[in-house]
């Protein structure tokens, strides 16, 4: 939709970015918050220790399910 609107390349870029973060804030908690989403989610936070590959361990299911929700954003923000 942003396509649609008359601005900067800089205000679109900020406002993208800005929607995606937003989104991607409102995915982790509903994956704290929802017992099904918890299932996929906890695997992130199975480490004993945190270290620089705790940031990249994911269930492929929660891969999978937040791609999928995710493209409904990405096409609003205007990024196909």
């Keep these: 939709m942003l396509h649609w609107i008359s601005l900067p390349a800089w205000a679109r870029l900020l406002i993208v970015l800005l929607l ?13 918050r929802w017992r099904f989403l918890w299932r996929f989610h906890r695997v992130h936070h199975s480490d004993a220790k945190m270290d620089v590959t705790t940031a990249n361990r994911f269930h492929f ?3 999978f399910i937040s791609s999928v929700m995710r493209v409904p954003v990405l096409v609003l923000a205007g990024m196909h």
């Design 20 to 32: 995606i973060d937003a989104w991607t804030y409102f995915w982790h908690r509903m994956n704290h």
């Design 61 to 63: 299911g929660e891969v």
